[in-house]
């Protein structure tokens, strides 16, 4: 089980732990895009149940039911939230009154009819979009004027023979695009880096670095980066690394031979629990340690981190295959969800239960929220921790139960359609 998978487990678990009961008959559940990018990010809950597949497994948890007012600050003396049939919340104003000069509202497909899927935002108004990504089609990259509608071809993306993979974890910056393409060779993993000018142009391989052999794998590559004139990325397993955007040989970045990048030039530890506590600036040196108590579990960004008060009880589990032996195990019990600063200062309560995770807090200051509307049906909502306000997205169930969780990371960009509209989310317009 990877990172991902893992962090998503544990979100099953703490939304199963705080969720009420809800009366028979309703039904929910989420479905997400599968593209890396934005999966890392998705926050797989829903209003009656969730429904989530893991290593080809499906996992299914009841609902969480989500306040508008935040739960108060608990103390030594914590209980677990109630199981109290939810009444319903109240739902806030659409996102379009809220903040208006965030969103874009663009046709879901480009004007030849293409299905296309937002990668990240170029600049205050180009969008980098992406097509033919299922079907085994040809895939090209494209900038997307969100003012004028208009797209712009980029480039086609290219198949490298022995490649099992177009262009995983696309980023871009300082004039140029970059992604990278698994293959195999011979009894290696190799994932090739791939270039090209955002202006568009024809793509050229960077370098082909390593992913692990027979007896060392280093996993797949993540969180990639471009920093002025080098492409710099980590291995899943661990370890930053930087190669020239002109070709040649991957070099470790000083200490951070066992660190992922959270958000260039920090890195720090990828960890299911107190991911990030403890941050390095790989410039200039500066550490950066987020204050955690022994009963808490956090996961941080650069300025905050989003956590829960746990408490664990000891359950005793009765075999029902015999034969085996009664054992006592560890029950995790969520006592509290709060939000603060590293060093400890600006706490906050979290809505009861917010949608969080280490690449969840887009900015560090937005949180997804699935509210219940008057007729139980579930609503997803966006709430800023740093202003109290909270604005609905749109998204409804679909016919079969299905609600869609809009698709964010770290940075500005949030996306999700609803009908023949795609919405574009540039969140750091909101003051």
Same mark, same amino acid.
């Given at each position: 089980?990877?990172?991902?998978?893992? !962090?998503?487990?544990?979100?099953?678990?703490? +939304?199963?732990?705080?969720?009420?009961?809800?009366?028979?008959?309703?039904? +929910?559940?989420?479905?997400?895009?599968?593209?890396?990018?934005?999966?890392?990010?998705?926050?797989?809950?829903?209003?009656?149940?969730?429904?989530?597949?893991?290593?080809?497994?499906?996992?299914?948890?009841?609902?969480? &039911?989500?306040?508008?007012?935040?739960?108060?600050?608990?103390?030594?003396?914590? =209980?677990?939230?109630?199981?109290?049939?939810?009444?319903? /919340?109240?739902?806030?104003?659409?996102?379009?009154?809220?903040?208006?000069?965030?969103?874009?509202?663009?046709?879901?497909?480009?004007? @030849?009819?293409? #299905?296309?899927?937002?990668?990240?935002?170029? @600049? @205050?108004?180009?969008?980098?979009?992406?097509?033919?990504?299922?079907?085994?089609?040809?895939? *090209?990259?494209?900038?997307?004027?969100?003012? %004028?509608? =208009?797209?712009?071809?980029?480039?086609?993306?290219?198949?490298?023979?022995?490649?099992?993979? *177009?262009?995983?974890?696309?980023?871009?910056?300082?004039?140029?695009?970059?992604?990278? +393409?698994?293959? !195999?060779?011979?009894?290696?993993?190799?994932?090739?880096?791939?270039?090209?000018?955002?202006?568009?142009?024809?793509?050229?391989?960077?370098? /082909?670095?390593?992913?692990?052999?027979?007896?060392?794998?280093?996993?797949?590559?993540?969180?990639?980066?471009?920093?002025? =004139?080098?492409?710099? *990325?980590?291995?899943?397993?661990?370890?930053?690394?930087?190669?020239?955007?002109?070709?040649?040989?991957?070099?470790?970045?000083?200490?951070? !031979?066992?660190? &992922? $990048?959270?958000?260039?030039?920090?890195?720090?530890?990828? &960890?299911?629990?107190?991911?990030?506590?403890?941050?390095?600036?790989?410039?200039?040196?500066?550490?950066?340690?987020?204050?955690?108590?022994? @009963?808490? !579990?956090?996961?941080?960004?650069?300025?905050?981190?989003?956590?829960?008060?746990?408490?664990?009880?000891?359950?005793?589990?009765?075999?029902?295959?015999?034969?085996?032996? /009664?054992?006592? =195990?560890?029950?995790?019990? $969520?006592?509290?969800? *709060?939000?603060?600063?590293?060093?400890?200062?600006?706490?906050?309560?979290?809505?009861?239960?917010?949608?969080?995770?280490?690449?969840?807090? +887009?900015?560090?200051?937005?949180?997804?929220?699935?509210?219940?509307?008057? &007729?139980?049906?579930?609503?997803?909502?966006?709430?800023?921790?740093?202003?109290?306000?909270?604005?609905?997205?749109?998204?409804?169930?679909?016919?079969?139960?299905?609600? %869609? $969780?809009?698709?964010?990371?770290?940075?500005?960009?949030?996306?999700?359609?609803?009908?023949?509209?795609?919405?574009?989310? #540039?969140?750091?317009?909101?003051?």
């Amino acid at each position: 089980m990877n990172d991902l998978e893992n !962090e998503l487990s544990r979100f099953l678990v703490d +939304a199963a732990e705080r969720a009420p009961r809800v009366p028979a008959g309703l039904s +929910a559940t989420v479905k997400a895009r599968h593209r890396r990018r934005r999966a890392r990010s998705a926050a797989l809950l829903a209003a009656v149940a969730v429904v989530v597949v893991i290593g080809g497994a499906g996992v299914a948890v009841n609902a969480v &039911r989500t306040s508008v007012a935040p739960q108060p600050v608990a103390n030594a003396t914590d =209980k677990p939230t109630g199981r109290a049939k939810p009444p319903a /919340d109240v739902i806030p104003p659409s996102i379009e009154k809220v903040w208006p000069q965030a969103v874009h509202k663009i046709p879901a497909t480009l004007p @030849d009819g293409r #299905d296309y899927y937002p990668e990240l935002l170029l @600049d @205050d108004r180009t969008l980098l979009v992406i097509t033919g990504i299922t079907g085994g089609k040809r895939r *090209f990259l494209w900038s997307y004027d969100l003012h %004028s509608g =208009k797209p712009t071809r980029i480039a086609e993306i290219p198949l490298t023979k022995g490649s099992q993979s *177009f262009a995983d974890d696309i980023a871009a910056g300082d004039g140029n695009i970059v992604w990278w +393409a698994f293959k !195999e060779a011979g009894k290696n993993q190799v994932a090739q880096i791939w270039t090209v000018p955002v202006r568009g142009g024809t793509p050229r391989p960077v370098s /082909d670095v390593p992913m692990g052999n027979a007896t060392k794998q280093l996993g797949q590559i993540t969180d990639l980066t471009v920093v002025g =004139k080098n492409v710099i *990325f980590a291995y899943e397993k661990g370890g930053v690394y930087r190669v020239p955007l002109s070709g040649g040989q991957m070099q470790p970045v000083k200490g951070a !031979e066992r660190q &992922r $990048i959270l958000q260039w030039p920090w890195v720090g530890a990828h &960890r299911v629990e107190n991911g990030f506590a403890e941050l390095f600036n790989a410039e200039t040196g500066e550490r950066r340690d987020a204050v955690v108590a022994a @009963d808490e !579990e956090v996961r941080c960004g650069v300025i905050r981190c989003a956590g829960v008060k746990v408490r664990y009880e000891k359950v005793k589990v009765t075999c029902t295959v015999k034969p085996c032996t /009664d054992k006592v =195990k560890q029950k995790r019990v $969520i006592l509290r969800s *709060f939000v603060r600063n590293r060093d400890g200062s600006g706490e906050r309560p979290l809505p009861d239960p917010t949608l969080y995770g280490p690449t969840d807090l +887009a900015l560090e200051r937005f949180f997804k929220q699935i509210l219940h509307g008057p &007729r139980g049906e579930s609503v997803m909502a966006l709430y800023d921790v740093e202003t109290g306000r909270m604005a609905d997205l749109g998204l409804r169930p679909d016919a079969k139960g299905l609600i %869609s $969780i809009p698709q964010s990371q770290l940075d500005a960009l949030m996306t999700y359609s609803i009908g023949d509209k795609m919405y574009v989310l #540039d969140l750091s317009t909101i003051e």
